[in-house]
C-alpha cells in the first residue's frame, strides 16, 4: 500500500482504557472537542489486562479510518481537531505512508518533539509548524490509521512501554513516527515511585530490542546496562525511605477549571519543573 485514503477528520475513533470513571468524566469527557453533537465514535475499554489487548480490541471495533488512543485524563482543547487535520494534510504531501502520530516523543537524539501541558511539569515543549520525525512516541496519544494494519504486541503485559513497542514495530515495517502540533493537556498524577510493571516491562522491551538499543522514551532512556533505571531506582528508594512521598503532584480536582486556568494563561505553577523533574513518566 502506498498511502492512506484520506480520511474524514469529522468521524474519528477515540479510544481509552479507563479505569477511574471520574476521572474519565472530569477530563476526556469535558474535551472541547466533544462540546456540540460530533460523529465521532468513543470506545471506552475497560477490565483488559494490558494496553495491547484494550487497544487491539478496540481496533476491531472502530468504524472510522483514524484511530486516536489516549489516557483517561487527557483533556483535548477546542483547536486540537483542526490541528490534526492540518497535520494529515502535510502528511498526505510529504509522507502518505506515516505510521504512528502522537503529541509527545523523542527523536534519534533523544530531544524533545511535542507541545503539552502537564500537571506539575506546566508547559513542555513549544509550538512548531508542522509534524517531526520522532523515534519513540509518548502513550499519551498514540494515532494510527486502521487500514496500516499497525497492532498492538498483545506479548507486552501490563500498560507500559507499549508506546515504544509500537514505535519499533513500526519502524520495523519501514513506516516512520511523528509528533503533531497539537497542543493538548495531561491533567495526571505524577507518581514518583513507580510500580513493579513498569520494571518488569522494561526488562521485556530491552530483552525484544536489544539490537536497538539505546532506546530513548520521555520516561526512561533503555540502555545495555540500565544506568537511567539504575538511578531511578536509587531515588525511588530514597524517596521512600527518607522523605516518605511517593506522588510529586496530584491531578487538578476539576479538568474544567484547569482548562479554563490554561486558556486564560493562569495555570498553576509548575513545582515539579522547579524542582528538576524532566521525565513525563506517570
Same mark, same amino acid.
Given at each position: 500500500?502506498?498511502?492512506?485514503?484520506?480520511?474524514?477528520?469529522?468521524?474519528?475513533?477515540?479510544?481509552?482504557?479507563?479505569?477511574?470513571?471520574?476521572?474519565?468524566?472530569?477530563?476526556?469527557?469535558?474535551?472541547?472537542?466533544?462540546?456540540?453533537?460530533?460523529?465521532?465514535?468513543?470506545?471506552?475499554?475497560?477490565?483488559?489486562?494490558?494496553?495491547?489487548?484494550?487497544?487491539?480490541?478496540?481496533?476491531?471495533?472502530?468504524?472510522?479510518?483514524?484511530?486516536?488512543?489516549?489516557?483517561?485524563?487527557?483533556?483535548?482543547?477546542?483547536?486540537?481537531?483542526?490541528?490534526?487535520?492540518?497535520?494529515?494534510?502535510?502528511?498526505?504531501?510529504?509522507?502518505?505512508?506515516?505510521?504512528?502520530?502522537?503529541?509527545?516523543?523523542?527523536?534519534?537524539?533523544?530531544?524533545?518533539?511535542?507541545?503539552?501541558?502537564?500537571?506539575?511539569?506546566?508547559?513542555?515543549?513549544?509550538?512548531?509548524?508542522?509534524?517531526?520525525?520522532?523515534?519513540?512516541?509518548?502513550?499519551?496519544?498514540?494515532?494510527?490509521?486502521?487500514?496500516?494494519?499497525?497492532?498492538?504486541? %498483545?506479548?507486552?503485559? &501490563?500498560?507500559?512501554?507499549? =508506546?515504544?513497542? @509500537?514505535?519499533? /514495530?513500526?519502524?520495523?515495517?519501514?513506516?516512520?513516527?511523528?509528533?503533531?502540533?497539537?497542543?493538548?493537556?495531561?491533567?495526571?498524577?505524577?507518581?514518583?515511585?513507580?510500580?513493579?510493571?513498569?520494571?518488569?516491562?522494561?526488562?521485556?522491551?530491552?530483552?525484544?530490542?536489544?539490537?536497538?538499543?539505546?532506546?530513548?522514551?520521555?520516561?526512561?532512556?533503555?540502555?545495555?546496562?540500565?544506568?537511567?533505571?539504575?538511578?531511578?531506582?536509587?531515588?525511588?528508594?530514597?524517596?521512600?525511605?527518607?522523605?516518605?512521598? %511517593?506522588?510529586?503532584? &496530584?491531578?487538578?480536582?476539576? =479538568?474544567?477549571? @484547569?482548562?479554563? /486556568?490554561?486558556?486564560?494563561?493562569?495555570?498553576?505553577?509548575?513545582?515539579?519543573?522547579?524542582?528538576?523533574?524532566?521525565?513525563?513518566?506517570?
Amino acid at each position: 500500500m502506498n498511502g492512506h485514503k484520506m480520511a474524514d477528520i469529522k468521524k474519528i475513533t477515540f479510544v481509552s482504557a479507563v479505569n477511574d470513571q471520574k476521572v474519565f468524566e472530569n477530563n476526556f469527557q469535558i474535551s472541547p472537542i466533544f462540546a456540540h453533537a460530533h460523529a465521532h465514535q468513543i470506545l471506552v475499554q475497560r477490565g483488559f489486562p494490558s494496553a495491547a489487548e484494550a487497544y487491539n480490541d478496540a481496533i476491531d471495533k472502530s468504524v472510522n479510518e483514524i484511530i486516536v488512543f489516549c489516557h483517561q485524563d487527557m483533556i483535548f482543547p477546542a483547536d486540537w481537531l483542526s490541528n490534526l487535520q492540518r497535520s494529515l494534510q502535510y502528511l498526505e504531501r510529504t509522507d502518505p505512508n506515516w505510521g504512528v502520530l502522537g503529541c509527545f516523543g523523542k527523536n534519534a537524539d533523544g530531544a524533545d518533539r511535542g507541545h503539552l501541558y502537564m500537571v506539575g511539569m506546566g508547559t513542555i515543549g513549544a509550538a512548531f509548524d508542522h509534524p517531526e520525525p520522532v523515534r519513540t512516541l509518548d502513550e499519551i496519544v498514540l494515532i494510527i490509521n486502521k487500514s496500516s494494519g499497525i497492532r498492538f504486541d %498483545t506479548g507486552l503485559p &501490563h500498560y507500559h512501554f507499549y =508506546g515504544l513497542d @509500537l514505535c519499533m /514495530q513500526t519502524a520495523r515495517l519501514g513506516k516512520k513516527c511523528y509528533a503533531i502540533p497539537a497542543f493538548c493537556i495531561h491533567n495526571t498524577q505524577y507518581n514518583l515511585v513507580l510500580p513493579r510493571e513498569f520494571y518488569a516491562c522494561y526488562r521485556l522491551i530491552k530483552k525484544r530490542w536489544k539490537d536497538q538499543l539505546p532506546i530513548q522514551t520521555t520516561c526512561v532512556r533503555v540502555s545495555i546496562f540500565d544506568l537511567d533505571v539504575k538511578k531511578r531506582r536509587l531515588r525511588e528508594f530514597y524517596l521512600r525511605k527518607f522523605e516518605r512521598r %511517593t506522588v510529586g503532584t &496530584h491531578r487538578s480536582q476539576s =479538568g474544567q477549571q @484547569l482548562l479554563e /486556568q490554561i486558556e486564560n494563561n493562569s495555570q498553576p505553577e509548575p513545582y515539579l519543573a522547579k524542582r528538576g523533574e524532566k521525565q513525563l513518566c506517570v
